[in-house]
């Protein structure tokens, strides 16, 4: 792709603030742009663009690379990797555990974790809301989502922060050591279950071992895939929006003490921040045929980011789109969590942690502010991946 341009530079230094006014003037002056980072992409940042894309799947594939830059080394992981029909057994065998209903009745696991975490770093007065806290829930909250043992629960914490860690990093070393050692978690836990069969209705991994296709069963190592990719799918983007909230939060007492005055007011809060802070900027898609989109010509096999957190703070889509705008009159519109057949399956259990979180950080402070240097994620991710707090309890 030496040919193309480069319009924007993925890999300059940013801070917290600095990738949005860069989205925005490529929404007004490049909507559809390129870089020859990594290889060379297209990033989409207009709302109608990565919408349709999303949408289409049938010519924007995900099966050839799924996020920009490629983090993917060790082998396809379903139902992300796959396109329809091929990736629908997945997500029929997964989806029902993931339901609104099955969410909420987490919350009280939720709940008691986010507690147990808060509360030594609150009496401490200080500590990372990401590296301390947020890193933390949503690893622990999955291991319980899986029915993991005691020890797989301690393991998965331990595996699954460095991963994350590691991806955020760009530590690509870590990041293939780290992935082995999921798949090798999720071998074990495959084998347990077919030792010691679980409930598909509440167990995930027994749920895949059950599910059919076209009669047969689904193939072992696409299983171990589809596990390993569960066990870390849901890891990293609230670790990136708690941080992302705790700064603006920060950055708006007014608002943190009417939220801590009015916690009915919270889950409001919560999809005005998604749509403030969507976590993703790199999920990818390559068309498998040319298009036209805004003008540019995309070849077959070229990547296109979509850039959802641009997409979200479109202008033509979203009045006011930078400021934070409590029970904002279209919020249902954002695309937080993607569109189409890969639209995220634990954005219900996404939304509970992210409130539960908010809500128990409120309830035991009378106030927190920023302390220290904000350290912000990189592509494919978008936000706060360090913020140091100092908590009035």
């Known amino acids: ?106 919350e009280p696991t939720v709940r008691r974790i986010a507690v147990d975490l808060l509360d030594p770093l609150i009496a401490r007065g200080s500590a990372d809301i990401c590296a301390d ?122 608002l943190q003490s009417q939220l801590r005055a009015d916690p009915s007011l919270i889950p409001a809060a919560v999809e005005e921040y998604l749509r403030l802070y969507t976590p993703y900027r790199g999920f990818a898609r390559t068309a498998n045929k040319e298009v036209q989109i805004g003008g540019q010509t995309i070849r077959p096999g070229e990547p296109i980011a979509l850039v959802y957190a641009s997409a979200n703070r479109d202008e033509d889509v979203f009045e006011n789109p930078d400021q934070f705008i409590l029970n904002r009159p279209n919020i249902n519109r954002h695309l937080a969590f993607g569109m189409g057949p890969h639209a995220c399956a634990g954005s219900a259990l996404a939304r509970v942690e992210l409130r539960v979180s908010l809500e128990e950080l409120l309830a035991r402070t009378k106030r927190f502010e920023v302390n220290g240097e904000i350290k912000p994620t990189r592509f494919p991710e978008i936000g706060a991946l360090n913020v140091p707090l100092r908590f009035e309890a």
């Not at 899986?146 to 690509?172: F, K, P, T």
């Not at 941080?243 to 007014?254: E, K």
């Open 1 to 106: 792709m030496t040919d193309r341009p480069s319009d924007f530079d993925p890999l300059a230094p940013e801070t917290f603030d600095s990738p949005y006014p860069i989205y925005a003037e490529l929404r007004a002056k490049c909507p559809v742009a390129h870089t020859q980072a990594w290889g060379g992409f297209w990033a989409l940042t207009k709302y109608d663009d990565v919408r349709n894309a999303a949408s289409a799947f049938d010519t924007f594939i995900t099966s050839v690379q799924n996020v920009v830059p490629k983090v993917a080394f060790t082998g396809r992981r379903p139902p992300l990797h796959l396109d329809p029909p091929e990736h629908t057994p997945y997500r029929k065998a997964l989806d029902p555990l993931l339901t609104k209903a099955k969410a909420e009745a987490l």
């Open 133 to 254: 806290f947020s890193s933390h829930l949503p690893i622990r909250v999955f291991a319980e989502w899986m029915n993991l043992s005691e020890a797989g629960v301690a393991a998965l914490s331990e595996v699954g922060r460095a991963y994350n860690v590691a991806v955020q990093a760009a530590i690509d070393d870590v990041v293939k050591v780290t992935s082995l050692q999921l798949y090798d978690m999720a071998r074990d836990l495959i084998a347990e279950r077919k030792a010691n069969p679980q409930d598909p209705k509440i167990d995930p991994t027994s749920a895949l071992l059950a599910a059919r296709a076209n009669g047969e069963p689904l193939p072992d190592e696409l299983i171990i895939g589809t596990v390993r990719q569960v066990l870390v799918v849901g890891i990293i983007a609230p670790t990136v929006m708690i941080g992302s909230i705790a700064v603006h939060l920060s950055r708006n007492q007014d």
